[in-house]
């Protein structure tokens, strides 16, 4: 596949440099919208994308321009004229003018609006209206609605008038006059059946739906819980003000997934590429919890010091080599349960109500865990570092033993604290590495320090 569009690829670049401009018209109708995106940023500078979108069909420059990334975006509107603004736009789905809007400056927001068709500027507004992270801001107002006591004949003449504009045509959804939800039925649906048969009579009346103000990552989930292509949002009164698509909701998995994972790795969400990003704002995004992780880390030293003076007596520099990998050992355990929790809320699979279960079931794993690591530890020290260093049997015993406990210890904080975060409702994410790697250093030196004087002294 990556060949076959290399190759389309090399076929663009010669048709556009040899200003073979109709071949290049007739190969891009065969092509995805997204793909041509890609050969415009990645193969033409920037006059030449400006030159290159003007020569795409109509039919398919809006497409094309929606796929394309904000910068370029941004460089093609202020480029055009207000003719070519204004054919994108009207072209465009209305979820998707709302995105771009959302992602512009205010001087080229000014513009957009300015040039968009009056009607179209309206329901734009309303959608602006929603908040960011609700299902409001990622639905769209485009689909077909349907009467129960129209025919199947009926509602097919509907679709063929109306569905040329719609984002979808082959959910449709059933509405009585004030506008409320009353059914939804597929195109499959009204196929297979008579062409007089009513619409009421052929609907499914139990519709799953969202509220406007719903959070669009738990809408999102819906799609993947029940295999949606179209999922219905209605406001507190039931009526239908919009539908969300599958399209869109892969999209917010997709920016879900990728905060939670930049939160994770003490690193602050930055939605734009990483090879579009500045140098300046991947500063901006890593260096706060740099300085967070830097002070935090001052807790390990100042409890090194406090019990510097006991673990040299008893213990010396032997003592202090193994600190490094209880603590390293109890962070990566402490991480495994951490982002394996934190996951299972984001997918909806544990709530705070199931904290109990939880602790059980990573206690019991921790112990089976922490024993076959302890083993490990001390056929190691005794089989392997011994022929190094002189190692005593009870030093053995102590190192093993604080690697169980801080691997139980470890594994309990790192199930506890997203529950706790949800329950405070903070962001799971953000406590799963620099807040939970803090907690666990400090306790597993803590642990460690105690008991390895309260044995040897």
């Excluded at 504009?165 to 039925?185: A, H, M």
């Excluded at 880390?297 to 040299?312: K, R, V």
Aim: include cysteine; charge should be negative.
């Amino acid at each position: 596949m990556i060949e076959e569009i290399n190759t389309v690829f090399e076929k663009l670049s010669f048709f556009f440099e040899t200003r073979k401009f109709a071949d290049l018209r007739i190969l891009t109708l065969d092509l995805e919208p997204a793909d041509i995106a890609n050969f415009m940023e990645n193969n033409l500078d920037e006059k030449e994308q400006l030159k290159f979108f003007r020569l795409l069909p109509k039919e398919l420059a809006s497409d094309v321009f929606v796929e394309t990334d904000t910068d370029t975006q941004e460089r093609l509107i202020k480029a055009f004229t207000d003719r070519e603004l204004k054919e994108v736009i009207d072209d465009m789905f209305l979820d998707d003018a709302v995105d771009l809007i959302e992602e512009m400056p205010a001087n080229v927001v000014k513009r957009i609006l300015k040039n968009a068709d009056p009607e179209n500027r309206k329901q734009i507004n309303a959608l602006l209206e929603y908040p960011d992270d609700t299902a409001g801001s990622i639905m769209t107002p485009e689909y077909v609605s349907l009467s129960a006591s129209m025919t199947v004949e009926e509602a097919f003449d509907k679709i063929r008038r109306t569905g040329l504009n719609k984002e979808t045509i082959y959910t449709c959804y059933v509405t009585d006059r004030k506008k409320k939800l009353t059914g939804v039925v597929t195109v499959r649906d009204m196929l297979l059946a008579d062409k007089q048969e009513l619409i009421a009579h052929i609907m499914d009346s139990t519709v799953i739906t969202a509220f406007t103000l719903d959070d669009k990552e738990q809408v999102a989930l819906k799609f993947s819980k029940y295999a949606f292509l179209a999922l219905p949002v209605v406001d507190k009164e039931g009526c239908l003000v919009g539908i969300v698509t599958v399209d869109d909701a892969v999209d917010v998995i997709q920016e879900e997934a990728t905060e939670d994972i930049q939160k994770m790795a003490a690193v602050l969400p930055n939605e734009k590429p990483y090879l579009k990003q500045s140098i300046w704002s991947i500063w901006k995004a890593r260096v706060p919890w740099l300085l967070l992780l830097m002070i935090s880390a001052t807790f390990t030293s100042m409890i090194l010091s406090h019990y510097e003076a006991s673990l040299a007596a008893v213990g010396g520099g032997l003592l202090y080599m193994f600190v490094p990998m209880l603590m390293g050992t109890a962070g990566n355990a402490g991480n495994q349960t951490s982002v394996t929790v934190i996951r299972a809320i984001a997918l909806g699979e544990v709530e705070f109500k199931n904290v109990f279960r939880v602790i059980l079931k990573e206690m019991l794993a921790a112990f089976v865990l922490g024993l076959t690591v302890a083993v490990a530890c001390f056929l190691k020290l005794m089989f392997i570092d011994n022929l190094y260093y002189e190692i005593s049997v009870t030093v053995a015993l102590i190192v093993s033993a604080v690697l169980l406990l801080t691997i139980v210890m470890a594994k309990l904080v790192g199930c506890i604290l997203p529950l706790i975060a949800k329950k405070c409702r903070l962001d799971p994410a953000v406590v799963a590495s620099p807040f939970m790697t803090t907690i666990v250093d400090v306790l597993s030196l803590i642990i460690y320090c105690s008991i390895a004087i309260a044995v040897l002294g």
